[in-house]
């Protein structure tokens, strides 16, 4: 089992800045893929960022270059940078890890950007 902390959440104004950190325990060899994915009110949930293991990046059309994935040298820990925030990033925010074909989840965390 791989359990995921999310944080870094919480309210922003437009144009600010926000950095989401989760964090990897528990059977964390074999990690794969880490990334983020988020899910507004009424919505489905969407791929924001993906990091594979060899360190290659897949980015949602609408990051537009604003948002920046990473993650520590133990490759456990995955870190979301969003700058220049937009009210239509107002979501809640999951990671996601794939570790031998098998999906896990964290918890979610909110972001709320007001205009």
């Known amino acids: 089992q791989v359990q995921l902390v999310e944080s870094g959440g919480g309210l922003v104004q437009a144009g600010g800045s926000l950095r989401l950190s989760c964090s990897a325990s528990g059977r964390t060899d074999g990690l794969n893929a880490m990334g983020w994915y988020r899910q507004a009110p009424g919505k489905q949930r969407e791929l924001v960022a993906i990091?594979?293991?060899?360190?290659?990046?897949n980015y949602a059309d609408f990051v537009r270059r604003r948002f920046t994935i990473s993650r520590d040298a133990a490759k456990t820990t995955v870190y979301l940078q969003m700058n220049s925030l937009e009210p239509e990033d107002t979501a809640v925010y999951y990671c996601?890890?794939?570790?031998?074909?098998?999906?896990?989840w964290g918890q979610g965390t909110q972001v709320i950007v007001s205009s």
């Open positions: 996601y890890v794939d570790r031998f074909a098998y999906d896990y």
């Open positions: 990091l594979s293991s060899g360190g290659s990046t």
